[in-house]
Every structure is written in structure tokens, then in C-alpha cells.
């Protein structure tokens, strides 16, 4: 899903999460808040899939290689 834009109803479900600062076709803008929690919870060993699903987004809706992606750039950004 991460290459295809959302449709309009996953856009406006997106944009209403709190851990979602904006979306615009196929990207989402996170909120600093989220990717901090997401890399402490994950190097405390969480899984970073169950951490995106709590917060309202799961891979069947964004993809699990966001997820990843996501987790990996974090990672590096706040080492």
C-alpha cells in the first residue's frame, strides 16, 4: 500500500488519529511524539507492528513495509 495513494475514507480515518500530523496521497506525516514512543517501545523490545496497530495503524491499512521503513528511519534519527 505504501506506493498507492489512500482513498478518501482512509485519508480522512488517517488524518483523525492523533498520532497522524498530516496525509497527502500516499505519504504520512507523523507526529514527533509517536515516532519517539514507537523507537523507545521498540528498542524495549515491543513489537513495532503492534505498536502502529494500537495507534491506529495497522498494516492491512498502511502497509507492513511503512511499518519498517518507518521504524528504521526513526531508529537512525534518534540514535
Known amino acids: 500500500m505504501s506506493d498507492e495513494r489512500f482513498s478518501p475514507e482512509q485519508a480522512q480515518y488517517l488524518a483523525s488519529l492523533p498520532a497522524v500530523i498530516s496525509i497527502t496521497g500516499s505519504r504520512i506525516r507523523y507526529a ?46 534518534y540514535e
Not at 523490545?45 to 511499518?67: D, N
Open 32 to 77: 514527533e511524539w509517536c515516532k519517539r514512543e514507537c523507537v523507545s517501545s521498540a528498542e524495549n523490545g515491543e513489537s513495532p507492528t503492534v505498536l502502529f496497530r494500537e495507534a491506529g495503524l495497522g498494516p492491512e491499512l498502511i502497509g507492513e513495509k511503512r511499518i519498517e521503513r518507518c521504524m528504521h528511519r526513526w531508529g537512525r534519527q
